[in-house]
Structure formats: C-alpha cells, structure tokens
C-alpha cells in the first residue's frame, strides 16, 4: 500500500513540474528531476512487481499448508475412526471368544458327567461280573467238593485221630463251600480248637468269635465262649478271659461248660461273679 501512495506523489509531482515548464524550454534541473522521478517511479514499480511477486508465493504456502494441514486432519479422524472401529471390533470379537470359551466349558462339564456315569455303570458292571465270576467259581467248587456230610465226618474223624492239619484243611474247605449249614459253626469251632492245641491262641480267640458271631446260638457257642476265656487268660489278660468265663456261668449255667469255667475261676482264686480280685486263701 505505501509503495502505491509513493507512486500517486510522485506521479503528481511530475504533471505539477510539467505544467509549470515553460513552452520555450526545459532546463537541465528539470531533466535531472525528471530523470530521478522516472528512476523512482521504475524502482517503485520493481518493487511491486517482487512485493507481487512474494506476496503471490506467500499466498501458494499457504494453500500447501491449508492443504496439508486439512489432509493431516483428514488423516487423523480417519486414524481415529479405524482405531475406534478396531476397539469395537476386538470387544465384539473378545465377546465372542469369550462366549464360545463358556459353551467348552458347559460342553466339557457336560462330557464329565457322562463320562462319570459311563464310569459308574462300566464298575457296576465290573461288580456284577465279579460276583457273577464268584458265584461261578463257588459253585463249581462245590461241584467237584465232596458232599458236606462226607466232608464233615472226615474232617471230624481226622480231627479225632490228632492229624491237626489234615482235619484243619477240611474243615477250612467246608466253611469255604458250605458256609450256611449249621455244621460250618461247628467247622469254625474245631477250626478253632485246633489252633488252640497248637497254642496259637491270638489266633483261636478270633476263631471262636467268629463261631459266636456267626453263630451265637449254635450248639458250639457255649464251648467256644469258654475256650476264648481259657485262651485269653493263657494269653496274659486275666480280666478279659474272667469275664468271658463269668459270662459262661451266667448264660449256661447248667451247662458242663459252667462247671469247667467254676473250676477255672476257683483256679485262678475269683468269684465266679463280681470283683476280678483274689480270695484270701
């Protein structure tokens, strides 16, 4: 702006000098003026042209840096979006992971369960075989065993004549085919007995429970009970064996094997009821 009111001056300047010129000559200050005025004006429009000039460069800059700028912003939301789009998508995604994971889970906890009652019948099964295999080795056992008279009486005989371990065998063999008869108490009783005369008495006091448990009321339980004294006392525990001895009197007392567990007691010096302390003698 200023360059262009130095060029109205100076263009006033010159129309004034000219018109104050007079007809009949130009003097040589007036050309000099005029020269430097021309000078003036040249330079001055050579400085508008470069002011032009930049100003038109100026300009170009800064439409590449709007441009740039407004490409750059472009490219930002577009950054921002596709991570946002992203973000959205991983969450979808992270969800849907997560709910496949889940139905695994409820699948495989659904295959346990399966599998657990597959197991379960698979050891029924195995149960029943076994019992069914038992059974069948029970049975066929009894087939090629002797008849449980023959095999009683031979083990009866044996046990008579002293042959401890023959008539211990079969005895043991009629309580293994036969264990529901009446006679398989006494089995257990003589079973008993033999280990008694052997003096494994640990091993009779167990023989002669099972004959009372097996058969509390069988014609064997009144001798096993007073074996099972006599063997506990043999063993050291004196009160255990009395109360067992006691206990023969007081459930058979009429019995032969009372009055043997009386003179056990009197042996021993103890009531045959009460206390467990010796009789001054």
Do not use: C
Request: charged share 20%; net charge neutral; hydrophobic share 35%.
């Amino acid at each position: 702006m200023k360059i262009q009111r130095y060029a109205v001056v100076l263009a006033l300047l010159a129309g004034i000098w000219s018109g104050s010129t007079p007809a009949w000559g130009v003097n040589k200050e007036m050309v000099q003026l005029q020269t430097q005025v021309q000078d003036l004006q040249d330079r001055i429009a050579h400085m508008q042209q470069s002011f032009d000039e930049r100003m038109g460069v100026m300009q170009h800059l800064i439409e590449q840096s709007t441009d740039r700028a407004n490409k750059v912003a472009a490219s930002v939301t577009e950054l921002q979006t596709t991570l946002q789009k992203q973000q959205t998508d991983s969450g979808a995604h992270v969800d849907q992971l997560s709910g496949q994971i889940q139905s695994l889970n409820d699948t495989l906890d659904e295959l346990k369960a399966r599998l657990g009652k597959v197991s379960k019948q698979l050891e029924d099964m195995q149960s029943t075989q076994q019992s069914i295999a038992v059974q069948q080795t029970q049975q066929q056992q009894q087939a090629s065993a002797p008849p449980p008279d023959v095999l009683y009486n031979n083990a009866l005989r044996d046990y008579q004549a002293g042959k401890n371990d023959l008539a211990a065998q079969e005895f043991a063999d009629y309580v293994k085919y036969y264990p529901n008869t009446d006679l398989a108490g006494n089995s257990n009783f003589y079973l008993a007995d033999i280990q008694f005369r052997q003096g494994n008495y640990q091993a009779a006091v167990k023989s002669y429970d099972q004959v009372l448990q097996s058969f509390p009321d069988g014609n064997k339980a009144a001798s096993a009970e007073l074996k099972k004294g006599l063997a506990l006392v043999e063993l050291g525990q004196q009160e255990a064996g009395i109360a067992a001895l006691r206990h023969v009197i007081q459930r058979y007392p009429k019995s032969n094997e009372a009055l043997q567990a009386r003179e056990r007691l009197r042996k021993l010096g103890v009531a045959t009821s009460g206390t467990t302390a010796r009789k001054d003698q």
